[in-house]
Every structure is written in structure tokens, then in C-alpha cells.
């Protein structure tokens, strides 16, 4: 695939203290759903408007197509941005809303006729055409922003916090038809986003940002599965974390002790015995062992806490030196345990060596 959007070494300063964007450099190919994933505050939304030229970095460049955009106003860019509050006229139609962006196209009556009832007809609300947005759902005004923006059939697609205003249930439906969207009109989508579970639903890659820099970019699976950082990892997912240190690294695995247990893990690295590490779990990961079961990584403690949440139970356990793990027990082992754990309970927990990440420091966040 050929790259449409190139950032090189792109920087926002505010004030020689206040930096909003610290030499980044990324590039998105033709056609790619990438998704600028992090906290508030840590440049992904003023890094999406330089790239819609809504703000000017001082300094870097920005290529689209090939082409340097890097001080063009947005009119100059064959770029389109959907706003979180979806910024439609109550005044005008849907029809007309959706046709408004075709004005500086100097199109003619026909052709705008065609280009709306296409757009439309993508998002499946041409039949609201005559009706006005507040006539309509979150979730209908959500697809008509879309249909305005794809309508001039821009290069790229921006969208900032696209799903911010939906409620729990909505938000779920539209990230699905988003994903859709995307498929059927081909072009490049950018999305901004602080939920986890939009970038991993709906992403081709996500770039996880902190404090104005990359923090790991790649396909949602390889983040979740292998983040570069404690930050990465908690930030994708639920992560509890250990200090420890390395007792013994050979053969591609590391054995690290932590004050209440032993871990062994898999590693490409060379740790040398006595490194202070992090070690970090995945509750989804670590699993309650039956009576007589042996497994590695095995960890003794006494139930603390056990939280419902619908598909299932998120089960603390406290270790021999007060630490505490955290396992999910989900609906099927829920059903083939004859009664639910109860608080104080002595119990037993394995997490397989491949899923145990060791980070160097004590660095958990």
C-alpha cells in the first residue's frame, strides 16, 4: 500500500514548558482505520487537527499523497473531520446538511442531489433526508456528521471523539457500523479516542500516545498481547504489577521473584540475576486451580475481594507480603464451580509463562 499521510518529526510547543506534540513521526497507509489512542493531555487530539490543518505545528512536516500540506489552510486538504458534538445546522435538513459540504465544489444541482442520497444512503438514513437533527437519535445525528463529511469524498477522514456523546449501549452499535462504514467507501480513517475498547474493536493499528510522543504503535492484537511499557500495558487492557528481581535468565526464559511468588516468563531478553524487574499480569490470564492441580506459576493467597461484573467475577487475591493479584473467573467457570469463592478463602492461582510481561525498573504506573 502506498502512504497518504506522513508526519515527519511534527512538534506543538506552546511555551518552551507546555508541549503539546514532541517529535513525532508516523506514517498511514491508503485505506488504513488508524486509531490515536491515550490519556487527556497527551497530544493526540492537537496532533489530529495539525493534520487537518486546524493548528500549526512549529515544526515538521505533514505530506499528504505526497504532497507537503504542512502550512495549508484545511480547504487546501483533501482531508474531512467529523467534531465530537457533530457540529449539524438545526436549522437545515438532513439533505441539506449533508449538501452544505459540497458547497465550495461548485456542483451542480443533479450532481448534489447524487452525492447526498449516496452518502446518505452509506450510512442507511436516506430516509430522513427532509427531516431536521433534532427530529433524530444521537446515534442518527452521529451517521449524518459521517455523511457530510464523506460526501466530498476527501482522501482522509478524521474523526475526533466520534463516539464521545452516546450512551453505553449506542456507543457499542456505532463503533460495529463505523468499522463498516469504513469498509465499504475505502478511504483512510484517523480517529482520535481515550477508550481502549474503540481502538481495539475498530482498528487496523493503533498509535498508544504519552506525554506528546509514541508510546508503541502496532495491530491491537500485537499491543495487547506484548506492550512495550507498563504504561502500554495498563492503558490497553487490565494489568496488575509486581516488583521483583531476576533470579535466573537462560533459554529464552526468565524466573523472577517477587515477595509473594515466583514467576517464570518468556523473554527475548538477557536479564542478568539480581535485575530489578516489573512483572505484570493480566487477570483475564491467570486461572483458580483445581484441588491436586499443578501448574506453572502457581500462587497461593487468601481471596480479598470478589467484584461482579456481568459476564463474570474479578477476584482479588492477596499474597503472603500483602500484595495483591487479580483473576477473572467468567460465566462458563462460574457454572462449573459448584459455589462462588468466598472472602478469606485460601486458594491457589496459575498464569501460563507466555503471558507473564517482565518490564526492567520498578516501573509500574
Given at each position: 500500500m502506498a502512504a497518504i499521510i506522513e508526519l515527519e518529526n511534527i512538534s506543538k510547543h506552546y511555551s518552551p514548558t507546555i508541549i503539546g506534540v514532541d517529535d513525532v513521526s508516523v506514517t498511514v497507509e491508503d485505506?488504513?482505520?488508524?486509531?490515536?489512542?491515550?490519556?487527556?493531555?497527551?497530544g493526540k487530539s492537537t496532533l489530529l487537527r495539525m493534520i487537518g490543518?486546524?493548528?500549526e505545528p512549529t515544526g515538521g512536516a505533514i505530506r499528504l499523497a505526497g504532497k507537503d500540506v504542512t502550512w495549508d489552510p484545511p480547504y487546501k486538504r483533501e482531508v474531512n473531520m467529523v467534531f465530537q458534538d457533530y457540529a449539524l445546522f438545526p436549522h437545515?435538513?438532513?439533505?441539506?446538511?449533508?449538501?452544505?459540504?459540497?458547497?465550495?465544489?461548485?456542483?451542480?444541482?443533479?450532481?448534489?442531489?447524487?452525492?447526498?442520497?449516496?452518502?446518505?444512503s452509506l450510512v442507511g438514513l436516506y430516509d430522513k433526508v427532509d427531516q431536521r437533527?433534532?427530529?433524530?437519535?444521537?446515534?442518527?445525528?452521529?451517521?449524518?456528521?459521517?455523511?457530510?463529511?464523506?460526501?466530498?469524498?476527501?482522501?482522509?477522514?478524521?474523526?475526533?471523539?466520534?463516539?464521545?456523546?452516546?450512551?453505553?449501549?449506542?456507543?457499542?452499535?456505532?463503533?460495529?457500523?463505523?468499522?463498516h462504514l469504513h469498509e465499504k467507501v475505502g478511504i483512510t480513517f484517523i480517529m482520535v479516542t481515550h477508550?481502549?475498547?474503540?481502538?481495539?474493536?475498530?482498528?487496523?493499528?493503533?498509535?498508544?500516545?504519552?506525554?506528546?510522543?509514541?508510546?508503541?504503535?502496532?495491530?491491537?492484537?500485537?499491543?495487547?498481547?506484548?506492550?512495550?511499557?507498563?504504561?502500554v500495558a495498563n492503558f490497553i487492557g487490565t494489568?496488575?504489577?509486581?516488583?521483583?528481581?531476576?533470579?535466573?535468565?537462560?533459554?529464552?526464559?526468565?524466573?523472577?521473584?517477587?515477595?509473594?511468588?515466583?514467576?517464570?516468563?518468556?523473554?527475548?531478553?538477557?536479564?542478568?540475576?539480581?535485575?530489578?524487574?516489573?512483572?505484570?499480569?493480566?487477570?483475564?490470564?491467570?486461572?483458580?486451580?483445581?484441588?491436586?492441580?499443578?501448574?506453572?506459576?502457581?500462587?497461593?493467597g487468601k481471596i480479598a475481594e470478589v467484584i461482579y461484573y456481568g459476564l463474570g467475577l474479578r477476584i482479588a487475591v492477596t499474597l503472603s507480603d500483602g500484595a495483591t493479584v487479580y483473576a477473572d473467573m467468567l460465566l462458563p467457570d462460574r457454572l462449573s464451580h459448584s459455589k462462588l469463592p468466598e472472602i478469606g478463602t485460601p486458594t491457589r492461582i496459575a498464569i501460563e509463562p507466555h503471558n507473564v510481561f517482565v518490564f526492567e525498573g520498578n516501573v509500574a504506573p
Open positions: 485505506g488504513e482505520f488508524v486509531t490515536l489512542l491515550g490519556p487527556s493531555g497527551c490543518g486546524f493548528e437545515m435538513t438532513v439533505g441539506q446538511n449533508v449538501a452544505y459540504g459540497l458547497k465550495t465544489l461548485k456542483l451542480n444541482r443533479a450532481e448534489v442531489a447524487d452525492r447526498v442520497k449516496d452518502a446518505l437533527p433534532q427530529q433524530l437519535s444521537g446515534g442518527q445525528r452521529q451517521r449524518i456528521a459521517l455523511a457530510r463529511a464523506i460526501v466530498r469524498r476527501p482522501k482522509v477522514l478524521l474523526l475526533d471523539e466520534p463516539l464521545s456523546a452516546l450512551d453505553a449501549k449506542l456507543r457499542e452499535q456505532m463503533q460495529i457500523e463505523l468499522k477508550d481502549q475498547t474503540e481502538a481495539l474493536v475498530m482498528s487496523d493499528r493503533v498509535v498508544v500516545m504519552e506525554r506528546g510522543k509514541i508510546a508503541q504503535q502496532g495491530k491491537p492484537q500485537d499491543l495487547y498481547d506484548h506492550p512495550a511499557s507498563p504504561y494489568t496488575t504489577f509486581l516488583p521483583g528481581k531476576v533470579s535466573k535468565c537462560t533459554g529464552g526464559k526468565v524466573t523472577v521473584a517477587t515477595g509473594g511468588a515466583m514467576f517464570e516468563a518468556e523473554t527475548d531478553h538477557s536479564y542478568s540475576p539480581g535485575k530489578v524487574v516489573t512483572v505484570g499480569l493480566r487477570p483475564e490470564k491467570v486461572r483458580f486451580l483445581a484441588e491436586g492441580e499443578t501448574a506453572a506459576n502457581t500462587i497461593t
